[in-house]
């Protein structure tokens, strides 16, 4: 599975089907044809209807596990448009405040940002953050905190300061938890074992060539799904995987 997580989905989708055609459709056919094997009528007729309640149990759960995946995968978009988003206010709110130790704030959140970009999303493959993040964050942090504001207007501005910088700490540990979710093991279990029973249940087709026919039209819908399901499970890997491209876009305007 971490090697299918690292590929493009057409690569995905090739490898599925062509492992599901050749273990649904192609080996129990070659056997059944060699053999001369071939179900009863009454067998033949139950299997058939066996085939098709476990396919749609397969695609019940396939599409629970969908809305599952889409969920984290559009949840992780938004809390990285919302980081994106604060260290603009943020970058705005020490303009807003002035003076030397802001500018020089400034210059540390930029840094922060570009690391986060360069050296910390590289990174989230593997459940890591960036320690060259973490250091600019706690000093930037230590340098907003020792602020001394000269009048009202730098009293307000601190305060915002301050509240941004707060939310955007929390964002950054809000992002770092989506790297953990996935597939709940129920789910996983379960998708699992409906597929080996739809597995069995298709070598027992009969007539033989309507088996080739509806299997192989099942086993390259189920792979179809399946390659959705995996491209969008692991947020942070793969072709689908979501990227820091909000806050590069910002890096431009936050600059000395």
Known sequence: MEWLYHLEIYQ?????AG????VTTVIPA???WKFKLEPSESFGKGADDAFKLIIS?????????????QGDH???????????????????ALHGYGGQEAAELRVDL?????????DEWPLLETQQRSEVASVLLADMTKGIRMLDPKNMVQQIARGEVISTLTQLSD????????TQLGLPTYLRNSLLFAIVVLIVMSWV????????????????GISILMTLLISLENIYKGDSKVTAEPIERILPSIGP
């Open 12 to 16: 995905i989708i090739f490898t599925l």
């Open 57 to 69: 149990i397969t695609l019940l759960l396939t599409a629970f596990s969908l809305v599952r995946v």
């Open 30 to 32: 070659l056997i059944r």
């Open 171 to 178: 964002i950054r540990e809000a992002r770092m938890a989506t």
């Open 205 to 220: 087709q009969t007539p033989l060539l309507k088996m080739v026919a509806a299997v192989s039209g099942v086993t390259m």
């Open 74 to 92: 559009r949840n992780a978009e938004d809390l990285v448009a919302r980081e994106a988003a604060l260290v603009f206010k943020l970058n705005r």
């Open 110 to 118: 930029q840094a922060y940002a570009r690391a986060i970009v360069e």
């Open 19 to 22: 492992g599901g055609l050749l």
